[in-house]
Nanobody, 122 residues
Framework: QVQLVESGGGLVQAGGSLRLSCVAS????????MSWYRQASGKQRELVAT???????NYADSVKGRFTISRDNAKNQVDLQMSSLRPEDTAVYYC????????????????WGAGTLVTVSS
């Protein structure tokens, strides 16, 4: 079982920056693929950024060059540095963990945090 706790959301003006953090409980964090998703009001949840156990990263086109995902395996933590924020970045941001299966015969598992609200004013 993995629990994810996000922090760092808040209100910021357009062009500003915020840093979101997500701390995971449990063991084996270094083997998890960690992601940030977001969901704006009235819209579907969308993938923002992913960082794999080997530290490779992927970003949604809408945030490339503005957001940076990073991880600290010693702290069981994944961060999302957000810069040049726009009003359209306003959303609840969710931390997600994809835990690999413990054995070949088993299945992996997905865990979500409760979310943290980011509001960007124009």
């Amino acid at each position: 079982q993995v629990q994810l706790v996000e922090s760092g959301g808040g209100l910021v003006q357009a062009g500003g920056s915020l840093r979101l953090s997500c701390v995971a409980s449990g063991r084996g964090f270094r083997y998890n693929t960690m992601s940030w998703y977001r969901q704006a009001s009235g819209k579907q949840r969308e993938l923002v950024a992913t960082i794999k156990p080997g530290y490779s990263t992927n970003y949604a086109d809408s945030v490339k060059g503005r957001f940076t995902i990073s991880r600290d395996n010693a702290k069981n933590q994944v961060d999302l540095q957000m810069s040049s924020l726009r009003p359209e970045d306003t959303a609840v941001y969710y931390c997600h963990a994809a835990v690999p299966p413990p054995t070949v015969e088993a299945s992996g598992a997905d865990y979500w945090g409760a979310g943290t609200l980011v509001t960007v004013s124009s």
